[in-house]
């Protein structure tokens, strides 16, 4: 019977094998394309050595892509970092996005670190030697144009490996379901260790230890011996064991010289005229008269042997070999005078208290008074109006920071749960909303301090609500700027607005030594009510925090953030990045709720010496010929640097310094319009255009 089931099993599994054949045969596709999907390429298609690229599957580069790598230039073994993977391109039929990046020891060409991904948009594989970043089912971003981007976690080797190099490869699809049609990018980048790691603290080894070396005189009762292990056993044989032995320290050898008289009187607090002088005598004879008779029921509570860690040098075990005859005199005969409660006398010195136990950290009390009541510092006065507006403004910024009860009220948002871990652009709209009457006032609730996963809270708010809309991502991007060594540039903070926006709050990086005296200005074409909270604090050191709400709505250009450049910067690509070092990134609509939200990092191309420029300008207008205002008009240059600008109220457009001679691509993009791309070439002189959107 067994047999038969046995062969009617093989059969199935032969005949399932032989019909998916002829359906993979009959499409026309091999396995490796099958492998090649949303979720993630196959191992290996990174481009480092002894890899392939996504070309094995998809064309190759032949069109105006980018992708890049943002990582900072070094690494300090052990450290956990940020690292995020953009593309870009000008063409709108790119509209399906993956890539694959694996981080190797130049060395060995081996895996170097570990990645760990932290938002939705990625997943990581493995195999025997590497390990892979991939985008995920949702990553691929099915349907956006233009650019995205993808952040995930890396922590360095806990070891100096020297170089690390991250290769990378990049897919933007036309989404039509086959592999032809495909771009394919790659690139990479390498991290030198830094140039000195941090020496570490001495940890205290809680030595509380060297106390204790008189503690176990907690031999209460003149109980010879110094190992609290004596446990009178309250029958008196007068052969307590006795084994003086494992005396944790020289001290309590606690010789009772006075051999005790024949009668224990049961008080043997007195027999021990010598009371123990903790005079390691090395005479340990056969004193141990074992007069702990019957009395130390109660007090050998020698707990104190585990308090002295390091101090048991058990000093007198040479001694003691003889001791434990342990002849006690048989004097024990006289009975007991069933006296023995008031015995212990020799009560532990008090010392033991030493033990170092660890004091309980003070959690933060609970707040009272109402969420988003946090002005005048630090109680509030139970109102929420414009001054408590301001505060939030500045905790979202990173100018303030909240202390106790505080954060309970400042973390407000989303108001579902009172709150998610975390001070960002949510908080701000809801205390702004309690100011104007718009929700009712509560009292304080929710998370006390910062330890919540406020993104994993949030996307549980979001559900509950029945809010939660994967498709529904906002991107915010910087824009890319050329510079000369010497000169200023600007790059612009931009989003892509759904139109419901009232508060986007981030942290800038960038590199000091290179970039300095950042000066942040709202953009053209914010609305009157628009307010910026900057937060140069750290500047110097290559941070800064933004924060941008407003009373009516965000438009797509958000702030423009000007820089020095270094006189002696070296001719790079200086990467400036979003992060939340300083203030969270987080982007709030009108009610309270933070959206989900990508952040897309841009850079400056530093070069030697300016070249010869011109202006590139024109207007974009409907097919009637009316100005369109706030289109976005992208230009990427043959050397792949992109840059945006926003059409004004009829429509115009200009970039400045445009090197002459370039070749670029001129794209725009509208909620309502759409347009075909052109080449242009800058040349000396007007370069005006008109660009007209289709019927």
């Given at each position: 019977?067994?047999?038969?089931?046995?062969?009617?099993?093989?059969?199935?599994?032969?005949?399932?094998?032989?019909?998916?054949?002829?359906?993979?045969?009959?499409?026309?596709?091999?396995?490796?394309?099958?492998?090649?999907?949303?979720?993630?390429?196959?191992?290996?298609?990174?481009?480092?050595?002894?890899?392939?690229?996504?070309?094995?599957?998809?064309?190759?580069?032949?069109?105006?892509?980018?992708?890049?790598?943002?990582?900072?230039?070094?690494?300090?073994?052990?450290?956990?970092?940020?690292?995020?993977?953009?593309?870009?391109?000008?063409?709108?039929?790119?509209?399906?996005?993956?890539?694959?990046?694996?981080?190797?020891?130049?060395?060995?060409?081996?895996?170097?670190?570990?990645?760990?991904?932290?938002?939705?948009?990625?997943?990581?594989?493995?195999?025997?030697?590497?390990?892979?970043?991939?985008?995920?089912?949702?990553?691929?971003?099915?349907?956006?144009?233009?650019?995205?981007?993808?952040?995930?976690?890396?922590?360095?080797?806990?070891?100096?490996?020297?170089?690390?190099?991250?290769?990378?490869?990049?897919?933007?699809?036309?989404?039509?379901?086959?592999?032809?049609?495909?771009?394919?990018?790659?690139?990479?980048?390498?991290?030198?260790?830094?140039?000195?790691?941090?020496?570490?603290?001495?940890?205290?080894?809680?030595?509380?230890?060297?106390?204790?070396?008189?503690?176990?005189?907690?031999?209460?009762?003149?109980?010879?011996?110094?190992?609290?292990?004596?446990?009178?056993?309250?029958?008196?044989?007068?052969?307590?064991?006795?084994?003086?032995t494992a005396t944790p320290t020289a001290t309590p050898t606690n010789t009772p010289t006075a051999t005790p008289t024949a009668t224990p009187t049961n008080t043997p607090t007195a027999t021990p005229t010598a009371t123990p002088t903790n005079t390691p005598t090395a005479t340990p004879t056969a004193t141990p008269t074992s007069t702990p008779t019957a009395m130390p029921t109660a007090t050998p509570t020698n707990?104190?042997?585990?308090?002295?860690?390091?101090?048991?040098?058990?000093?007198?075990?040479?001694?003691?070999?003889?001791?434990?005859?342990?002849?006690?005199?048989?004097?024990?005969?006289?009975?007991?005078?069933?006296?023995?409660?008031?015995?212990?006398?020799?009560?532990?010195?008090?010392?033991?208290?030493?033990?170092?136990?660890?004091?309980?950290?003070?959690?933060?009390?609970?707040?009272?008074?109402?969420?988003?009541?946090?002005?005048?510092?630090?109680?509030?006065?139970?109102?929420?109006?414009?001054?408590?507006?301001?505060?939030?403004?500045?905790?979202?910024?990173?100018?303030?920071?909240?202390?106790?009860?505080?954060?309970?009220?400042?973390?407000?948002?989303?108001?579902?749960?009172?709150?998610?871990?975390?001070?960002?652009?949510?908080?701000?709209?809801?205390?702004?909303?309690?100011?104007?009457?718009?929700?009712?006032?509560?009292?304080?609730?929710?998370?006390?301090?910062?330890?919540?996963s406020s993104e994993l809270l949030s996307s549980l708010t979001r559900y509950v609500a029945g809010d939660l809309d994967i498709s529904d991502v906002r991107t915010v991007r910087l824009t890319s700027a050329n510079a000369i060594r010497g000169g200023r540039t600007s790059v612009s903070a931009e989003f892509d607005p759904r139109g419901d926006e009232a508060a986007i709050s981030f942290t800038i990086e960038f590199?000091?030594?290179?970039?300095?005296?950042?000066?942040?200005?709202?953009?053209?074409?914010?609305?009157?009510?628009?307010?910026?909270?900057?937060?140069?604090?750290?500047?110097?050191?290559?941070?800064?925090?933004?924060?941008?709400?407003?009373?009516?709505?965000?438009?797509?250009?958000?702030?423009?953030?000007?820089?020095?450049?270094?006189?002696?910067?070296?001719?790079?690509?200086?990467?400036?990045?979003?992060?939340?070092?300083?203030?969270?990134?987080?982007?709030?609509?009108?009610?309270?709720?933070?959206?989900?939200?990508?952040?897309?990092?841009?850079?400056?191309?530093?070069?030697?010496?300016?070249?010869?420029?011109?202006?590139?300008?024109?207007?974009?207008?409907?097919?009637?010929?009316?100005?369109?205002?706030?289109?976005?008009?992208?230009?990427?240059?043959?050397?792949?640097?992109?840059?945006?600008?926003?059409?004004?109220?009829?429509?115009?457009?200009?970039?400045?310094?445009?090197?002459?001679?370039?070749?670029?691509?001129?794209?725009?993009?509208?909620?309502?319009?759409?347009?075909?791309?052109?080449?242009?070439?800058?040349?000396?002189?007007?370069?005006?255009?008109?660009?007209?959107?289709?019927?």
């Amino acid at each position: 019977m067994v047999s038969r089931i046995h062969y009617i099993k093989i059969s199935i599994l032969i005949l399932f094998s032989i019909g998916f054949a002829v359906v993979m045969i009959s499409s026309g596709r091999s396995t490796i394309s099958v492998e090649a999907r949303s979720n993630g390429s196959p191992n290996g298609r990174t481009g480092a050595p002894g890899e392939q690229t996504c070309t094995s599957c998809h064309d190759a580069n032949s069109g105006p892509g980018v992708v890049l790598i943002n990582a900072p230039a070094t690494y300090v073994p052990g450290e956990t970092i940020q690292i995020s993977v953009s593309q870009t391109t000008s063409s709108s039929s790119r509209r399906a996005w993956g890539f694959q990046l694996t981080a190797l020891d130049t060395a060995t060409n081996s895996r170097a670190g570990t990645m760990a991904s932290t938002t939705a948009f990625t997943s990581v594989a493995a195999n025997a030697t590497r390990q892979y970043m991939n985008q995920s089912g949702l990553g691929n971003y099915n349907g956006q144009t233009n650019s995205v981007s993808w952040t995930f976690n890396w922590t360095a080797p806990a070891t100096n490996v020297g170089p690390v190099r991250f290769y990378v490869a990049g897919l933007q699809a036309d989404d039509t379901g086959d592999e032809s049609g495909d771009e394919t990018y790659v690139t990479n980048v390498t991290l030198q260790p830094a140039s000195a790691t941090p020496t570490p603290t001495a940890t205290p080894t809680s030595t509380p230890t060297a106390t204790p070396t008189a503690t176990p005189t907690n031999t209460p009762t003149a109980t010879p011996t110094a190992t609290p292990t004596n446990t009178p056993t309250a029958t008196p044989t007068a052969t307590p064991t006795n084994t003086p032995t494992a005396t944790p320290t020289a001290t309590p050898t606690n010789t009772p010289t006075a051999t005790p008289t024949a009668t224990p009187t049961n008080t043997p607090t007195a027999t021990p005229t010598a009371t123990p002088t903790n005079t390691p005598t090395a005479t340990p004879t056969a004193t141990p008269t074992s007069t702990p008779t019957a009395m130390p029921t109660a007090t050998p509570t020698n707990t104190p042997t585990a308090t002295p860690t390091a101090t048991p040098t058990s000093t007198p075990t040479a001694m003691p070999t003889a001791t434990p005859t342990n002849t006690p005199t048989a004097t024990p005969t006289a009975t007991p005078t069933a006296s023995p409660t008031a015995t212990p006398t020799g009560t532990p010195t008090g010392t033991p208290t030493a033990t170092p136990t660890a004091t309980p950290t003070v959690t933060p009390t609970p707040a009272t008074g109402y969420e988003g009541d946090i002005s005048p510092r630090p109680n509030g006065d139970n109102m929420i109006v414009s001054n408590d507006v301001i505060q939030m403004r500045r905790f979202v910024a990173g100018i303030d920071t909240p202390n106790g009860s505080e954060f309970q009220r400042a973390d407000c948002a989303p108001r579902l749960t009172n709150g998610d871990g975390a001070i960002d652009a949510g908080d701000l709209v809801q205390v702004r909303r309690y100011a104007t009457n718009l929700d009712v006032a509560v009292g304080a609730a929710g998370p006390i301090d910062s330890t919540f996963s406020s993104e994993l809270l949030s996307s549980l708010t979001r559900y509950v609500a029945g809010d939660l809309d994967i498709s529904d991502v906002r991107t915010v991007r910087l824009t890319s700027a050329n510079a000369i060594r010497g000169g200023r540039t600007s790059v612009s903070a931009e989003f892509d607005p759904r139109g419901d926006e009232a508060a986007i709050s981030f942290t800038i990086e960038f590199d000091s030594s290179i970039l300095s005296n950042p000066s942040v200005v709202l953009a053209d074409g914010e609305s009157d009510d628009s307010v910026l909270t900057v937060n140069y604090g750290e500047a110097g050191s290559g941070r800064i925090g933004v924060v941008v709400d407003s009373g009516s709505r965000l438009v797509n250009r958000l702030v423009v953030i000007t820089f020095d450049v270094a006189p002696d910067a070296k001719v790079c690509k200086s990467s400036i990045r979003f992060t939340d070092r300083v203030a969270n990134r987080s982007v709030s609509d009108s009610s309270g709720r933070t959206v989900r939200s990508q952040f897309s990092d841009g850079a400056v191309n530093i070069s030697d010496a300016d070249p010869q420029s011109a202006e590139l300008s024109g207007r974009v207008t409907t097919p009637d010929g009316r100005g369109l205002v706030n289109a976005v008009v992208t230009l990427i240059d043959s050397k792949g640097l992109v840059r945006d600008v926003v059409t004004g109220s009829f429509g115009y457009f200009r970039f400045s310094d445009v090197e002459i001679g370039t070749i670029g691509l001129l794209s725009v993009s509208s909620k309502r319009y759409r347009f075909n791309s052109r080449t242009v070439q800058v040349m000396e002189g007007s370069n005006n255009l008109n660009l007209v959107a289709l019927e």
